[in-house]
């Protein structure tokens, strides 16, 4: 395999169900990749098969020319950092413990963190303005302050991939796009070699700030490329079997439900 992140020839399943079927593309640096789909189409799923948290039904996942399975356990939490789609807190600890957990592929000796982590930790939370959250417990956050949280440990462990599940949940639109404009700066301070893959139902804030979209129709079927070519009325209208038109504003474009006809039971009507 190539470097990178590459995927060949890979199925995904679940239960009966074909999710993706014998899907192969190259990941590089520099691009921020949105995974869209319906409910159940296999976004999760494909996210940690990527991660090496589940095996693919068939296939291959690599990085940097090695399969996951050739990976040290320590070596490929260094290289790729994953950040799911649910936080479980199940004691309470202050929001800089939790970043700073995101630190032990890092840490040697007696297991202690140095200023170097702290420093890492701070700063990942300050790109997220929730630095004066640090000795907050975070188990007394809001959902959508957690969810900063946990996207904050993300870019805290400094891996070169970031593998993100859902990350705008739970988020109001104004911290949608923060965080986004986060992640888009991220990649561009080092565009050689950082890679973005996030999980969005929001098609039009991934037309927006990605540079590239798979999009999962959920029966085998997977789109990759650009994002305004994935992204189009066309593709997402069948892949989420509804129909969508893109409307244009000068440079602004927006995918908004096609009207219907005339008014009717569950139709929109103008």
């Not at 068939?58 to 994953?82: F, K, M, N, S, Y």
């Not at 303005?129 to 957690?146: H, I, N, P, Q, Y």
């Not at 993100?164 to 080092?190: G, I």
Request: glycine share 8%.
């Amino acid at each position: 395999m190539n470097d990178r992140l590459e995927l060949a020839d890979v199925r995904l399943t679940a239960g009966t169900r074909v999710l993706v079927d014998n899907f192969s593309h190259r990941f590089g640096g520099g691009e921020l990749w949105c995974i869209a789909g319906p409910n159940g189409a296999g976004k999760t799923t494909l996210i940690e098969v990527i991660a090496g948290l589940q095996k693919p039904a068939a296939g291959q996942v690599g990085i940097d020319a090695r399969t996951l399975g050739e990976w040290p356990v320590e070596a490929l939490a260094r290289r790729r950092a994953l950040m799911p789609q649910v936080s479980h807190d199940a004691f309470g600890a202050t929001v800089l413990e939790t970043v700073l957990v995101a630190r032990h592929p890092y840490l040697s000796g007696w297991g202690w963190e140095n200023e170097a982590d702290t420093a890492a930790a701070y700063a990942a939370l300050d790109a997220l303005d929730m630095a004066t959250f640090a000795m907050r417990d975070v188990t007394s956050l809001s959902g959508g302050e957690r969810q900063r949280v946990a996207l904050a440990a993300a870019l805290c462990q400094q891996a070169p991939l970031l593998l993100l599940d859902e990350p705008l949940a739970h988020l109001d639109l104004r911290h949608q796009v923060e965080c986004l404009e986060v992640l888009r700066a991220w990649v561009a301070a080092r565009p050689e070699e950082r890679t973005v893959l996030l999980s969005c139902h929001d098609l039009n804030l991934a037309r927006r700030f990605a540079t590239h979209a798979l999009l999962l129709d959920g029966a085998g079927r997977v789109i990759a490329g650009k994002v305004a070519d994935v992204l189009s009325a066309e593709h997402a209208s069948r892949a989420f079997g509804f129909a969508l038109v893109l409307l244009r504003d000068g440079e602004h474009e927006v995918l908004v439900p096609r009207l219907s006809a005339g008014p009717g039971p569950g139709n929109l009507s103008t």
